[in-house]
Nanobody
């Protein structure tokens, strides 16, 4: 599975941005998709996740402001970010985890893939 994130940019506090993550490859093997963010000098932290069945989970810091979604074909994931704050400034990464079996039935092979980060900057 390959992931391509897009949609980052510069926005004023209180504004909105929408991040997208396009998946390609073994799309049917994807279980969960998620967004992480990384502040300078810090480890990546989970922002939001969505399961194969559509169950969502959010970090407390973004609840009520961010919405994660996935299309029915499971090829695209989005993160709608509203009421942005300067403390949301970070590099955002999309991630997919899943599993698959080989053509001969061996497995499962469990994987986790990251997309390239996209910078989100919120000015005060």
């Amino acid at each position: 599975v390959q992931l391509q994130a897009s949609g980052g940019g510069l926005v004023q506090a209180g504004g909105s941005l929408r991040l997208s993550c396009a998946a390609s490859g073994r799309i049917s093997s994807i279980d969960d998709m998620s967004w992480y963010r990384q502040f300078p000098g810090k480890e990546r932290e989970l922002v939001a996740s969505i399961s194969r069945s559509g169950l969502t989970n959010y970090a407390d810091s973004v609840k009520g402001r961010f919405t994660i979604s996935r299309d029915n074909a499971k090829t695209m994931m989005a993160l709608q970010m509203n009421s942005l704050k300067p403390e949301d400034t970070a590099v955002y990464y999309c991630r997919a985890t899943g599993h698959y079996y080989s053509d001969s039935g061996e497995g499962p092979t469990v994987y986790g893939e990251w997309g390239r980060g996209t910078q989100v900057t919120v000015s005060s």
